[in-house]
């Protein structure tokens, strides 16, 4: 969860929208493991929606994992494809 609000503190830099912090708030929650009122909850959504980080199975995000060196990587490369970046 602390790599996903990493990578959405990024995107809203990069992308200066500081809306996107608060762009699933109020919103239900599609993880088992992943509470609305979490302080993480808005970046594992934007990570998860906009395809840079994947749900460990279906329904969970496992937030308390951490990121191996191979997924974080992967992430980097999934980020770098969404913004558009060479």
Known sequence: SGFAVMITDLIVKLEADPLLHREHLGKRSPFMDVRPE??????????????LMPETRPGYF???????????????RNLREYLALP
């Open 38 to 51: 979490a302080a993480y909850f808005n970046a594992v959504m934007v990570c998860t929606e906009k395809g």
């Open 62 to 76: 496992e937030p308390a994992r951490r990121v191996s060196g191979a997924e974080a990587v992967l992430v980097v």
